[in-house]
């Protein structure tokens, strides 16, 4: 991996998490839709993450979320300023009354998310190949792991919604039951790791 690959940026879309953002504050209905499929952690900007915690947050105090309360939820954390300011807030609502269905934005962002946990993993991966500290069978063990678990995260939904997968989920677990080695997604080039992960998965 050169230099150049670990400066790039991390993969995003800032776009789509002010549209699912401010979707919420003109919609709180959507709120639900949102958070059935995106953890504030999903969220690549810091004061995107911060402004939907006080957004769950609002909710579980049963309150509106609106600009008036997420301002005041921001201001009584001190946290205004790095949530973006007032005008920042503000500005999430440009254009949001023209946006039907923020699904798709939900899935832009649940993709990046997903990927800069696979970067994260790589460079994990990568550092500790070159630290030469453990086996290298034990650093694959954990490579293999944690690819696991982001590929058992998007069959329980945390990043693909069933609707979306290309098989129904009762029969991708039957035809891996009965053909073990059957790759089901793109192939890594890591027969361990496409065992584990059925390849990688699209989504």
């Known amino acids: 991996m050169s230099t150049q690959t670990l ?4 993969p995003h879309n800032i776009d789509a ?6 979707a ?27 402004i939907f915690r006080k957004m769950v947050e609002l909710i579980e105090k049963s309150k509106a979320i609106d600009l008036i309360t997420i301002q005041e939820e921001l201001v ?11 005008s920042y807030l503000a500005s999430l609502l440009d254009g949001i009354p023209h946006l039907v269905n923020i699904d798709h934005y ?23 190949s070159f630290d030469q500290a453990e086996p290298a069978e034990e650093i694959l063990d954990r490579a293999e792991q944690a690819l696991f678990d982001l590929s058992e995260k998007r069959l329980r939904g945390g990043f693909v919604s069933v609707k979306d997968m290309e098989l129904p989920a009762t029969k991708l677990l039957e035809k891996l039951y009965t053909e073990r080695e059957m790759i089901t997604g793109v ?7 496409d065992r584990l992960t059925s390849g990688m998965q699209p989504g």
Do not use: C, W
């Open 7 to 10: 400066e790039r940026a991390l």
């Open 17 to 22: 998490e002010r549209s699912v953002l401010g």
């Open 24 to 50: 919420v504050l003109v919609n709180n209905e959507n709120y639900y839709r949102v958070i059935e499929n995106l953890k504030p952690e999903d969220f690549y900007l810091d004061g995107h993450r911060l």
């Open 76 to 86: 009584r954390s001190s946290q205004l300023e790095a949530a973006g300011g007032i």
């Open 106 to 128: 939900i899935e832009f962002i649940r993709e990046k998310s997903l990927l800069r946990q696979m970067v994260n993993v790589a460079h994990k991966v990568m550092a500790e």
């Open 187 to 193: 192939a890594t080039g890591f027969r361990d790791i």
